[in-house]
């Protein structure tokens, strides 16, 4: 495979294809399954459908934690209960 194709430089998507392909492999000969992998790298990098797919299914760093934060223009943040002075 040239090292310019999406899946040289993209493991997930690398990741992706080979678990699509596998079921095929011992079936089909090389050359189908060359092509067959060829038509996903494609379908999964140009295609705006298949692009939206990709990212959608991509793993995500789970957040560190919560907290509240101060957005722009977002009125500031209302104090806890029992935090003043007579609380």
């Given at each position: 495979?040239?090292?310019?194709?999406p899946?040289?430089?993209?493991?997930?998507?690398?990741?992706?294809v080979?678990?699509?392909?596998?079921p095929y492999r011992?079936?089909?000969?090389?050359?189908?399954?060359?092509?067959m992998?060829?038509?996903?790298v494609e379908?999964?990098?140009e295609?705006?459908?298949g692009?939206?797919l990709?990212?959608?299914?991509?793993?995500?760093a789970a957040p560190?934690?919560s907290g509240?934060?101060?957005?722009e223009?977002?009125?500031?943040?209302?104090?806890?209960?029992g935090?003043g002075?007579?609380?």
């Amino acid at each position: 495979m040239p090292t310019d194709e999406p899946s040289a430089t993209d493991p997930y998507l690398d990741e992706v294809v080979e678990r699509a392909l596998a079921p095929y492999r011992g079936i089909a000969s090389r050359d189908v399954i060359e092509a067959m992998r060829e038509l996903l790298v494609e379908a999964l990098t140009e295609d705006e459908v298949g692009r939206d797919l990709l990212e959608r299914a991509r793993p995500r760093a789970a957040p560190l934690g919560s907290g509240i934060e101060a957005r722009e223009g977002a009125a500031a943040p209302r104090r806890k209960a029992g935090g003043g002075e007579d609380g």
